[in-house]
């Protein structure tokens, strides 16, 4: 059975920075693109980033480009979402997800591209 876990959120200042992980179980990871997705409050659920599943092509919404850096390890099944100079409007659940096989480029935004969901991890940014 296929699994993610997020971790890794919690409340920090504006400015502040946080690192969240994604653990995978089950399933072939390394043959896996894996993402990020965020909910706020009463919004739409929104696409952070992306990376394939060799980490040689990856995507960032332009609302966290520059600041937010995806990553993953393979060996160890985990994708890294590193975030830096946070802002308010970064407030938000933040979802792991995996697509087994190949995300085609022009599709890794989309929710529907993706096979399995974790949980969702809190990240609250105050002012």
């Known amino acids: 059975q296929e699994q993610l876990v997020e971790s890794g959120g919690g409340s920090v200042q504006a400015g502040g920075s946080l690192r969240l992980s994604c653990a995978a179980s089950?399933?072939?990871?390394?043959?896996?693109?894996m993402g990020w997705f965020r909910q706020a409050p009463g919004k739409e659920r929104e696409f952070v980033s992306a990376?394939?599943?060799?980490?040689?092509?990856?995507d960032y919404a332009d609302s966290v480009k520059g600041r937010f850096t995806i990553s993953r390890d393979n060996a160890k099944k985990l994708v890294y979402l590193e975030m830096n100079n946070l802002k308010p409007e970064d407030t938000a659940v933040y979802y792991c997800?995996?697509?087994?096989?190949?995300?085609?480029?022009?599709?890794?935004?989309?929710?529907?591209?993706?096979?399995?969901w974790g949980q969702g991890t809190q990240v609250t940014v105050s002012s």
């Open positions: 997800v995996a697509a087994e096989g190949s995300v085609n480029s022009m599709l890794v935004r989309r929710e529907y591209a993706y096979d399995y």
């Open positions: 089950g399933g072939t990871f390394a043959t896996w693109d």
């Open positions: 990376i394939n599943f060799n980490g040689d092509y990856i």
